[in-house]
């Protein structure tokens, strides 16, 4: 067989060939030598016991571990296609035999190789949020075949089952959007993998977050009655109150700097001080509370009233935002760019915001 390659056997050493001994490594090497030179159902168990006579060995105890896995090199090889042929049993069961291998070996085997298999297979069949009859009679047989106990298997369904439904709720949170498509795709991957989605509290409000979120980008905004002055076709769609309106603005910092001085004793208790007093200044910017208000967003302009002041920004002025957690900047193609902080929903505004000058630019 190509799937057993021959190894060169260790050589003896100075002592081991005075006193005409063996390396007992060379035992297992030479079983695998064994395996690679003949047909599985034409090696028997007696060839085996001339190995270990051989070495002056009991295989089936010494290398107990070796031999597990060479069946489980072969059961692995078997396995590569998911399905057991009638004469890969057969194989099987003759290489248990003369490998010594007890039924406690083989199903712990099975097992362990199964359960990395039945799972790949598994995450195979659900990668499309479906399982399919078809699929389900294909895993049922392959864990049959594999004899994987049945609390393995149902372990292994159900993790997989679950995992693939968080996953795809993972990523619905991580794009921040919930569509209604999304919507009714994780209610049919539930229906199909028999999952019963429960949604605690938490998550219900961020999913309800998160369609709102899709509904402000995709369907038509609403419309709000406002008592300011609006232009022809201009439509207010939000409104929101107590905002704050900064601006960075240069203060100057004034220092005082002397220089280097020192000082001559000209007669008894009178000094001549030499240097002199120079006062510095530099200027920083810093943000400052311009004004507080109420701030309307329409599909045409930014409008702040305030309490010092009204003003507006056209949103065809408006280069660019940088959105924040409680708020956004703005920057203009001229004038200051402010920044405003919203005390409610600034999530919404910058969303809605963002939607405008985006329809705009198009």
């Given amino acids: 067989m190509s799937l057993f390659k021959p190894t060169t056997l260790s050589e ?51 290398f107990i571990l070796n031999l597990e896995e060479f069946y489980a090199v072969y059961l692995n ?11 890969e049993l057969k194989e099987l069961k003759h290489l248990k035999t003369v490998l010594y291998l007890d039924d406690k ?38 864990e049959n075949e594999l004899r994987l106990p049945k609390e393995l298997a149902n372990k292994i369904s159900n993790e997989t089952r679950h995992s693939f439904m968080s996953n795809y709720v993972a990523q619905i949170i991580a794009d921040q959007r919930l569509s209604p498509d999304e919507e009714k795709e994780m209610e049919a991957i539930a229906a199909s993998l028999n999952i019963d989605v429960k949604i605690d509290d938490e998550n219900k ?19 709000i009655d406002t008592n300011i002055a609006l232009q022809r076709n201009e439509k207010c769609h939000l409104v929101i109150q107590n905002v704050n309106w900064y601006e960075l ?82 920057y203009k193609e001229t004038g200051k760019s402010p920044t405003l902080s919203l005390p409610q929903r600034p999530d919404v505004f910058c969303i809605i915001l963002e939607r405008l000058l985006r329809e705009r630019n198009f």
């Fill in 249 to 330: 603005r240069s203060v100057r910092q004034r220092v005082s700097y002397s220089g280097y001085s020192t000082s001559f004793k000209v007669a008894k208790g009178f000094y001549l001080r030499s240097g002199s007093y120079k006062p510095r200044s530099y200027s920083t910017d810093e943000m400052k509370l311009i004004d507080s208000g109420t701030l309307y967003l329409t599909n045409k302009r930014i409008i702040f009233t305030g309490l010092k002041k009204n003003s507006n920004i056209k949103l065809d002025k408006i280069l660019s935002i940088t959105p924040y957690s409680d708020g956004l900047e703005i």
């Fill in 12 to 62: 003896r050493s100075f002592f081991q060939r005075i006193f005409k001994q063996h390396p007992q490594e060379n035992a297992v090497k030479e079983v695998n030598n064994l395996l690679a030179s003949k047909p599985l159902l034409q090696i028997s168990k007696q060839e085996i016991e001339t190995i270990g006579n051989k070495y002056g060995v009991n295989i089936e105890k010494e």
């Fill in 205 to 223: 409000e961020i999913f309800n977050k998160l369609k709102k979120y899709w509904a402000l980008e995709n369907l038509e905004l609403e419309s």
């Fill in 105 to 142: 070996s083989i199903d712990n085997l099975h097992s362990r190789i199964g359960e990395i298999i039945y799972k790949k297979s598994f995450q195979e069949a659900v990668a499309d949020g479906r399982l399919t009859k078809e699929e389900e009679a294909f895993l049922d047989k392959l």
């Fill in 77 to 87: 090889y078997c396995l590569k296609d998911k399905s057991l042929s009638e004469d």
